[in-house]
């Protein structure tokens, strides 16, 4: 089945840092979701991209989906301490939405 | 409050001993699936369905036993635990349709010894 390799899997910031994770298929994706998870806690989602070269932003948060659908970032402006967490990336599977997620970025914060 | 429920929150089991983690939510989602989350191995899917009485197996289904007799219930099955069955387990549902991600819950925690 289809694959993702997210990078980096640890980034360490000073808060007011920016930072950035990214997700690379060798296959064309016909979306992708992106998930946090704080530590000690559960996944929760984030947002879904679907169509090439979109960009959607939540607040400090932009999300792209590459021009070929084969790459997928998560850039953080302004880093802070309530930004902590592992960053994860996930493919939907055809129509059975059966996800597969790639191995996360954990991301630490310096205040 | 609206989620997905899963019980028990923690569980030691001796090697040999079955149980079953429960997972049930109230949102109406026609699809379920079952996760194990280990260090450095981020999340592997277990079992999925896409609707009462319909599961298949994820990429590490070994084990494991689930069925889907309602809606709104998906119970996990441990035959024979193992100690590398030692992990943390997330149930997770959504939408047939629309571009809903899914929504988890707390997990269990499981130790096998």
């Known amino acids: 089945g289809q694959q993702v390799m997210q990078i980096p899997q640890y980034q360490h910031v000073q808060e007011g840092e920016d930072f950035t994770t990214y997700c690379n298929s060798s296959t064309t994706l016909s979306n992708i979701q992106w998930y946090k998870q704080r530590p000690g806690g559960h996944p929760v989602f984030l947002i879904q991209?679907?169509?090439?070269?979109e960009v959607k932003k939540q607040k400090r948060l932009t999300f792209q989906f590459g021009e070929a659908k084969k790459n997928s970032s998560l850039h953080i402006t302004a880093t802070q301490t309530t930004d902590v967490g592992t960053y994860f990336c996930?493919?939907?599977?055809?129509?059975?939405?059966?996800?597969?997620f790639g191995k996360g970025t954990l991301l630490t914060v310096n205040p | 409050n609206a989620g997905v429920t899963q019980t028990p929150k923690f569980q030691v089991l001796k090697t040999g001993q079955s149980m079953t983690l429960q997972c049930a939510q109230d949102m109406n989602h026609e699809y379920m699936s079952w996760y194990r989350q280990d260090p450095g191995m981020g999340l592997r899917l277990i079992h999925y369905s896409v609707g009462a009485g319909i599961t298949d197996q994820g990429e590490v289904p070994n084990g494991y036993n689930v069925s889907r007799s309602t809606t709104e219930d998906f119970p996990l099955r441990l035959l024979s635990a193992a100690p590398s069955q030692t992990s943390v387990y997330f149930c997770?549902?959504?939408?047939?349709?629309?571009?809903?991600?899914?929504?988890f819950g707390s997990g269990t925690r499981l130790t096998v010894v």
């Open positions: 997770a549902s959504t939408y047939r349709e629309g571009n809903y991600g899914y929504t």
């Open positions: 991209l679907v169509k090439s070269g």
């Open positions: 996930a493919l939907m599977g055809g129509s059975n939405y059966k996800l597969t």
